[in-house]
Structure formats: C-alpha cells, structure tokens
C-alpha cells in the first residue's frame, strides 16, 4: 500500500513540474485534473483497507470538482476568451523547473523537520503537500495570464488537500467539505469575473500585468 | 563464455530493432513497410559497394567510422543482459562505458569537419551540443544506480535490480527509466529530438554529420548507431527487467524488452511531432530533473 501512496505521491510531484515547465493552458488545465483526481486516490491508500464512507464521498466529490467542474469551467473560459498560451511568463519555463526542483528540495528538508500530530503514513507526504504548495505560489507570481494564476491558486489548495490526507485524523469532515465548497465558489467566481472583463476590454488577453493601466 | 553471449545477441540483433521501428512506423502510418530485415540487406548491400573520398579529406575522414564501430564494440563488451553478467566487468566500468560512446561521437563529429563542407559542421555543432545536455542526467542516473544498489559496475548495477528493489524503490526505478529512455531517443538521433528520416537541411543533426560517407563507411556508421541503440536500450530494459532469473529467462526477456523499447520508440516517432530546435534543451532538461527527483527519492 505504501508503495502506491508513493507512486501517487511522485504522480502529483510530475504534475506540479509539468505545469511548471509548460506553456499551452489547455496542459496546465489537464495537469491540474489530474492532480486533483490523483489527490482524491490518496485516501484509499490507508493501511486500514477501506475507508469510511464519509470519506469515501469527500474522494468522489474531490474527484468530480477537480477532474470535471474545474476543468470545464477552465476550459470554456479559454476558449471564450481565445487565450491558448502562456505568452510571456516572468520567468521562463526551464527556469521555472529548475525552479522547483529547488523548491522540492527545500519541501524535503522542511518536510522532514516538521512537528505534526498524528502518525504520518509515508515521509514523501508532507513534502509533496508543501511543494504543490510552492508551485501553485510560485505561478500564481510568475505567470502573467490570470488563468494560469486561477490554476495556481487551485494547486495551493491541492496543497492543503494534501497536508489534509496526511493529518486526515486530525481534520474532521466538514473541515474539508467546506474548503472544497470555498474553492468551488472562489473559483466559480474568479472564472465570471475573467470572463467579464475579457469581454468589456478585449485587448487585456488575460494579462495581469495589463490589468494595471485600467482607470475609471 | 557465458559473456560473450550479449556480445553475439547484440552483432546479430542490433540491427533488427531499427526494422522494428521502421516496421512500427509503417504500421502507424497505414503502409505495409519495409520488412524487418531490410536493415541487414542494407548493411550487405553498401558493404560490397566502393567507397567515394573527396579531395579535400585526410585520414580523420577514414578513421571516423572505424574508431567509432570499434569503440561502441568496446562498450558493448561492457554490457550485461538479462541479468547475467558482462563480457569485462571492474569497478567503474559504467564511466568507460559513457566515454566509449562520447569517443564514437567525437570521432564522428571530427569525420563530419573534415570534409569541409560547412553543412556538416552545422550538424557536428548541434549534435554536440544536445549531447552535451544528454550527457548529464545519464551519468546522474547511472550515479543514481550506483547508489542504490551499492555497486560500481554495470554488471553489479543491472544484476542488483531484482523484484526486492522494486517492491521497495519501484517510483525511483521507474522514474530512472523514463530519463534514461529520453536520453536514448536523443542519443540516438529519434523523434522527438532529431528525425532519422529527415534530409532536408534545416532541422537534420545527426543525418547531416554522415552525409558524405558511402559504401563500407556508411555502412559501419550505420551498424554502429544500432548497436549504440541495443547499448542504450539494453539500459532501460536492464532496469524494466527485473534481474534474478536464470539466463534461458533472463536473455530472452531481455531481447523481447529490447524489441519492446523499438516499438514504443515506433510509436514515440509516430505519434509524436519533432520537437523545435530551441525546444530540445528544454526536453534534455526534463530528463535531468526526473534523473534528480529520481535521486532525492533513492536518497531518502
């Protein structure tokens, strides 16, 4: 079984990396997907054998949010906006990968120095919630277009969804039902709000650093 | 004896994984193909023809392709298959093994510039360079090895990966693998990186470097890069293929993994596009950081 969380675990740790070094936002969308539904396998990976039930229906409606709502939203988004690329992040894509291959270590070193409650099931867990942490940080500043920067902030929270797995009994379900529903919202409305002023000014294409020059 | 057996395997087989590709991508892209031993027939055909040298080369022109079959054939000695040991095996053979193919490049490079055709020294320049990016994370992931399994050479290495290892380190393992499998479609001039097809002068590398030798050069060159891609192959299915069983196991499994790696690479080529130029760096790079993630999770 712990095999699997690992591999699950190093699955997660690639998808940050692919997000990190790609610039099509049709890749970071699926990345995300996938992130999210391999998040949602983490807790059957207990060594308990089957979960409760009440977890089990937090990893379907984790699994439905993130590998189908968000994605969906993601993607009409784009294609209504017409956006297909990263264009010119701040820092470039093989910096952006170096990048996290320093964040990963430094995760592994914090990770291993962090008091926590519980028994924690595998020494990979913690550093994998925290470098999806870091990566979502590091593209919500790097990038420039306010979807890769919605992604970020998707994968910071996969993050926590992570950090969550591993104190899983510390974190009571409602906890984590209504992070999930904040997220939903949040992102519900960070996809209308885009939408909208791609469709009022037309000439931002989804760029942040643009955003600055818009007066009333 | 036993050693010489991989040796044999791989002068009589090597040439039957380039038809497997080629078969592979003929079957993608809905042709009947060349049959698998057309590359054989190729190699017999150029062997009986004469030989055309310019003017303006030296003896380096000559002596690329020899140096180069020679030292792939050292290396290939340094191989071992299916588990079972290698032909020569000491500590650090691993090192002389990368040196053996960057010699057979080297020289090949150095027969590209001596025919003074600026063309080729176009292609020796970018086949040098992306090689220079291919080189480190295969010496990372070779280091990698050599640390897990606590051994310094490759017969150590390949026989120490067993179905324990896997059990224990089977992410690392794979994630070893998949960076050695990208190094050996750029090492071997293959979709994604170059197109071994390619003529046309804008976007060949590896092409471009052999353009000006025939005959029996061509087809020592030719035999050369199949053998180089057995070595390569050889690797990723050294760890694919857990190590343990006897060798009525162990080298078929090998041969059948090595045919494997021919048509994954068959479909890699059909399925995906080359990649831009600028863009290669970018896919060497990726390797090297699977190669050190693979090593932050062996090192825990």
Same mark, same amino acid.
């Given at each position: 079984?712990?095999?699997?969380?690992?591999?699950?675990?190093?699955?997660?740790?690639?998808?940050?990396?692919?997000?990190?070094?790609?610039?099509?936002?049709?890749?970071?969308?699926?990345?995300?997907?996938?992130? +999210?539904?391999?998040?949602?396998?983490?807790?059957?990976?207990?060594?308990?054998?089957?979960?409760?039930?009440?977890?089990?229906?937090? !990893?379907?409606?984790?699994?439905?949010?993130?590998?189908?709502?968000?994605?969906?939203?993601?993607?009409?988004?784009?294609?209504?906006?017409?956006?297909?690329?990263?264009?010119?992040?701040?820092? +470039?894509?093989?910096?952006?990968?170096?990048?996290?291959? %320093? %964040? @990963?270590?430094? *995760?592994? @070193?914090?990770?291993?120095r962090l008091p926590l409650p519980g028994?924690?099931?595998?020494?990979?867990?913690?550093?994998?919630?925290?470098?999806?942490?870091?990566?979502?940080?590091?593209?919500?500043?790097?990038?420039?277009?306010?979807?890769?920067?919605?992604?970020?902030?998707?994968?910071?929270?996969?993050?926590?969804?992570?950090?969550?797995?591993?104190?899983? *009994?510390?974190?009571?379900?409602?906890?984590?039902?209504?992070?999930?529903?904040?997220?939903?919202?949040?992102?519900?409305?960070?996809?209308?709000?885009?939408?909208?002023?791609?469709?009022?000014?037309?000439?931002?294409?989804?760029?942040?650093?643009?955003?600055?020059?818009?007066?009333? | 004896?036993?050693?010489?057996?991989? /040796?044999?395997? %791989?002068?009589?087989?090597?040439?039957?994984?380039?038809?497997?590709?080629?078969?592979?991508?003929?079957?993608?892209?809905?042709?009947?193909?060349?049959?698998?031993?057309?590359?054989?027939?190729?190699?017999?055909?150029?062997?009986?023809?004469? !030989?055309?040298?310019?003017?303006?080369?030296? @003896?380096?022109?000559? !002596?690329?392709?020899?140096?180069?079959?020679?030292?792939?054939?050292?290396?290939?000695?340094?191989?071992?298959?299916?588990?079972?040991?290698?032909?020569?095996?000491?500590?650090?053979?691993?090192?002389?093994?990368?040196?053996?193919?960057?010699?057979?490049?080297?020289?090949?490079?150095? %027969?590209?510039?001596?025919?003074?055709?600026?063309?080729?020294?176009?292609?020796?320049?970018?086949?040098?360079?992306?090689?220079?990016? *291919?080189?480190?994370?295969?010496?990372?992931?070779?280091?990698?090895?050599?640390?897990?399994?606590?051994?310094?050479?490759?017969?150590?290495?390949?026989?120490?990966?067993?179905?324990?290892?896997?059990?224990?380190? +089977?992410?690392?393992?794979?994630?070893?693998?998949?960076?050695?499998?990208?190094?050996?479609?750029?090492?071997?001039?293959? /979709?994604?990186?170059?197109?071994?097809?390619?003529?046309?002068?804008?976007?060949?590398?590896?092409?471009?470097?052999?353009?000006?030798?025939?005959?029996?050069?061509?087809?020592?060159?030719?035999?050369?890069?199949?053998?180089?891609?057995?070595?390569?192959?050889?690797?990723?299915?050294?760890?694919?293929?857990?190590? +343990?069983?006897? @060798?009525?196991?162990?080298?078929? !499994?090998?041969?059948?993994?090595?045919?494997?790696? *021919?048509?994954?690479?068959?479909?890699?080529?059909?399925?995906?596009?080359?990649?831009?130029?600028?863009?290669?760096p970018q896919l060497l790079v990726g390797?090297?950081?699977?190669?050190?993630?693979?090593?932050?999770?062996?090192?825990?």
């Amino acid at each position: 079984m712990n095999m699997v969380l690992e591999a699950l675990l190093v699955f997660i740790v690639l998808t940050n990396l692919l997000m990190l070094g790609s610039s099509r936002l049709g890749v970071y969308i699926r990345a995300g997907a996938m992130q +999210g539904v391999g998040l949602s396998f983490l807790f059957f990976t207990g060594e308990a054998g089957w979960p409760h039930s009440h977890i089990v229906l937090l !990893a379907l409606v984790t699994m439905v949010v993130k590998g189908l709502v968000f994605p969906s939203l993601l993607f009409r988004t784009i294609r209504q906006a017409g956006v297909r690329r990263e264009m010119e992040p701040y820092v +470039g894509f093989t910096a952006s990968l170096l990048a996290g291959v %320093a %964040a @990963w270590g430094f *995760a592994l @070193w914090v990770g291993g120095r962090l008091p926590l409650p519980g028994v924690i099931r595998s020494d990979l867990l913690v550093p994998t919630a925290m470098f999806t942490i870091f990566t979502g940080l590091f593209l919500i500043v790097a990038r420039r277009n306010a979807i890769t920067q919605v992604l970020g902030y998707l994968v910071i929270e996969n993050g926590v969804f992570t950090f969550g797995v591993a104190v899983e *009994a510390a974190t009571p379900f409602l906890v984590e039902m209504g992070i999930l529903l904040d997220i939903f919202v949040g992102v519900f409305v960070m996809v209308i709000t885009l939408f909208q002023i791609n469709r009022e000014i037309e000439e931002i294409h989804m760029d942040t650093s643009k955003l600055a020059a818009l007066k009333d | 004896m036993a050693g010489l057996v991989p /040796i044999l395997l %791989a002068l009589l087989l090597a040439p039957l994984l380039l038809g497997v590709i080629n078969r592979t991508k003929a079957f993608f892209a809905g042709r009947q193909g060349a049959p698998v031993w057309q590359p054989y027939h190729d190699l017999r055909r150029l062997l009986g023809k004469g !030989a055309v040298y310019s003017r303006t080369t030296t @003896w380096v022109f000559v !002596a690329g392709p020899v140096v180069g079959l020679a030292s792939v054939l050292a290396a290939l000695s340094l191989l071992p298959l299916g588990g079972q040991p290698a032909f020569l095996s000491f500590t650090g053979d691993l090192v002389l093994m990368v040196c053996l193919l960057g010699l057979m490049r080297f020289v090949t490079v150095l %027969a590209a510039l001596d025919t003074g055709s600026s063309f080729e020294g176009m292609g020796a320049s970018r086949e040098v360079t992306f090689s220079a990016l *291919a080189e480190p994370p295969l010496f990372l992931a070779l280091a990698i090895l050599a640390r897990k399994t606590g051994s310094l050479s490759l017969t150590g290495i390949l026989g120490a990966i067993d179905h324990g290892l896997w059990l224990q380190a +089977g992410p690392m393992l794979l994630l070893v693998a998949t960076a050695l499998f990208v190094i050996f479609l750029a090492e071997n001039a293959r /979709i994604p990186v170059d197109d071994p097809n390619t003529h046309l002068e804008l976007t060949m590398i590896h092409e471009v470097m052999v353009l000006d030798h025939s005959g029996p050069d061509f087809a020592m060159i030719l035999y050369g890069a199949a053998l180089k891609l057995w070595l390569l192959g050889a690797l990723v299915v050294g760890i694919l293929v857990p190590a +343990g069983s006897p @060798w009525y196991v162990g080298w078929p !499994a090998a041969v059948g993994g090595l045919v494997l790696v *021919a048509v994954l690479t068959g479909v890699v080529e059909s399925t995906i596009a080359r990649l831009r130029m600028h863009k290669v760096p970018q896919l060497l790079v990726g390797s090297l950081i699977l190669a050190l993630l693979a090593m932050v999770l062996g090192a825990r």
